[in-house]
């Protein structure tokens, strides 16, 4: 059984991710895992549509197993968000090759990734993110080492990404495979559409707005369930209600908390978003922000999170199942709620933290109590 992967977000799924997958089949093998953000993902916002029925769509469009990327490394910037889901994969001990797109051919990005592991000073780039700036901004600062072609193909969002995969893929001594496959037509962030391809962020972009995307999605249409703007009252309260310390939470900066209380008469988060940041503050930072205050995770748990890695079974079919039963850690892949009432220390506080993320995230539908209790999605 040859077993590929993949590491996502499907915010939303779409017919590029369908291509991949495709690809991948044609290329390589049937069986299939995703590592998939839950209900709120790295923007520091809210997935447009739920985990269940993303992890679904994956399924129905050939995929066997969709896997949950704990909360703590889904809403963290790329180098944590690589790693938490590398880690997983590596400790399932069965995964023989990792597919990711990008928008360079997988020798640049090794190329990229040796130099950058070799020369760059991690200090220097801690401290250029104890500034408050993006990880991008950080990284393209203390990489003072790298020339200009090289800083211009850092700065594609999926060679970013491709090249933590492989740093993580380093770091964690596996051997599992980097596979890269070429975006589609259009990049992760492009605001147009080429053929029957758009990016997740236009797609985004087309239905909050009330627009039909339908023909960038494989046979399904898209109503958004939820964004961020649902939470702006409820965060006001608990700035008001709280004493936050807001040292405690990884993407906090100095000044940020004067900046947030000062402009809390904000009329919304975009609003609030506009007032707090500053060449110093990043937009992305600010969300993440708000997000960790909101579930309350805070740096201390992210860093003990990778410790224990685990996950949880979303959707599958029956070569999932298969991949279940060969995986060398299925202790730590949970499904079920008799899973969640054995769970102890680390994991069993990252598990509260993942349905306290999902009644927040369920909180206008009234939809509460649904992990756990939720039947997982089999296509059997």
Request: proline share 2%; glycine share 4%.
């Amino acid at each position: 059984m040859k077993i590929a992967s993949i590491i996502a977000e499907y915010n939303p799924f779409h017919k590029g991710h369908a291509y991949q997958i495709n690809k991948i089949k044609e290329d390589y093998t049937d069986f299939i895992v995703v590592i998939m953000s839950g209900n709120f993902v790295q923007r520091g916002e809210p997935a447009i549509i739920n985990k269940y029925e993303r992890a679904r769509q994956t399924i129905d469009n050939g995929a066997s197993l969709v896997l949950e990327l704990p909360l703590p490394y889904a809403t963290s910037n790329a180098e944590i968000f690589a790693l938490g889901a590398i880690n997983i994969l590596n400790s399932m001990g069965i995964i023989d090759r990792l597919y990711f797109g990008s928008e360079d051919d997988l020798d640049v990005l090794r190329s990229l990734q040796n130099k950058i592991d070799k020369n760059l000073d991690e200090a220097k780039l801690k401290k250029y993110l104890s500034e408050g700036k993006s990880f991008i901004r950080s990284r393209q600062l203390a990489m003072d080492f790298l020339g200009d072609e090289e800083k211009e193909i850092l700065k594609r969002p999926n060679n970013i990404l491709g090249i933590e995969y492989l740093r993580s893929l380093t770091k964690l001594n596996s051997s599992i495979d980097p596979h890269s496959i070429k975006r589609k037509n259009v990049n992760h962030h492009d605001n147009f559409t080429l053929d029957d391809f758009a990016s997740a962020s236009h797609i985004r972009n087309l239905v909050y707005k009330g627009e039909n995307a339908s023909n960038f999605l494989p046979g399904y249409d898209l109503v958004a369930e939820n964004k961020l703007e649902n939470y702006f009252d409820i965060f006001k309260y608990k700035m008001l209600s709280e004493k936050i310390n807001f040292k405690d939470y990884f993407d906090y900066e100095e000044g940020l908390e004067n900046r947030i209380l000062e402009n809390l008469d904000a009329e919304n988060f975009q609003d609030l978003i506009e007032k707090v940041h500053s060449k110093r503050h990043s937009r992305s930072r600010i969300k993440r922000l708000i997000i960790e205050i909101l579930l309350d995770i805070k740096k201390d748990l992210i860093k003990n999170s990778l410790k224990e890695p685990y996950t949880r079974v979303l959707a599958c079919d029956e070569r999932g199942l298969e991949i279940f039963k060969k995986s060398k850690n299925k202790n730590k892949i949970y499904s079920f709620k008799s899973f969640y009432d054995t769970s102890s220390g680390i994991t069993k506080e990252l598990l509260d933290k993942e349905i306290l993320a999902s009644d927040l995230y369920n909180i206008k539908s009234g939809k509460l109590k649904t992990d756990f209790t939720r039947e997982v999605y089999k296509k059997l």
